[in-house]
């Protein structure tokens, strides 16, 4: 079963969902960004998303390579301690970790693309493990 991402954090995270992080969890950068500067769809698309997650998460789970590194522990760590590179370093990346310790996530700019990528870069740093 290749099971990369929880519904429970899904879940989780689309409380926060009017900024975009469920979107952004599940791999969909462009309608979180979309959802971020909008709250939601002006919550609308917020409320109608609490019925769409199952199916993201289903999508994500086939979307995405499982492995090693926690597509999870990588989210949580990004969303809250990504200025400090600590999601990074979990991936074993790190000397742009110790970048973004020392720089506020390489002055922010790092981190915003770190939520567009994140699900990516896990996906391949499983793969090359199984390589």
């Given at each position: 079963?290749?099971?990369?991402?929880s519904k429970?954090?899904?879940?989780?995270?689309?409380?926060?969902?009017?900024?975009?992080?469920?979107?952004?969890?599940?791999?969909?950068?462009?309608?979180?960004?979309?959802?971020?500067?909008?709250?939601?769809?002006?919550?609308?698309?917020?409320?109608?998303?609490?019925?769409?997650?199952?199916?993201?998460?289903?999508?994500?789970?086939?979307?995405?390579?499982?492995?090693?590194t926690d597509?999870?522990?990588?989210?949580?760590?990004?969303?809250?301690?990504?200025?400090?590179?600590?999601?990074?370093?979990?991936?074993?990346?790190?000397?742009?970790?110790?970048?973004?310790?020392?720089?506020?996530?390489?002055?922010?700019?790092?981190?915003?693309?770190?939520?567009?990528?994140?699900?990516?870069?896990?996906?391949?740093?499983?793969?090359?493990?199984?390589?």
């Open positions: 079963m290749n099971d990369t991402h429970f954090v899904g879940y989780l995270l689309w409380i926060f969902g009017f900024l975009g992080s469920h979107r952004f969890y599940y791999g969909k950068p462009v309608t979180g960004t979309l959802w971020f500067f909008t709250l939601g769809l002006f919550f609308v698309g917020w409320i109608v998303d609490l019925f769409l997650i199952p199916a993201m998460d289903k999508e994500a789970d086939l979307r995405f390579r499982s492995g090693p597509f999870t522990i990588a989210w949580l760590l990004l969303t809250f301690l990504g200025v400090f590179g600590i999601h990074r370093m979990y991936m074993g990346k790190w000397i742009t970790g110790f970048i973004y310790l020392f720089t506020g996530g390489f002055f922010l700019i790092g981190v915003l693309y770190d939520f567009w990528t994140l699900n990516e870069q896990v996906s391949i740093k499983n793969m090359q493990k199984f390589s």
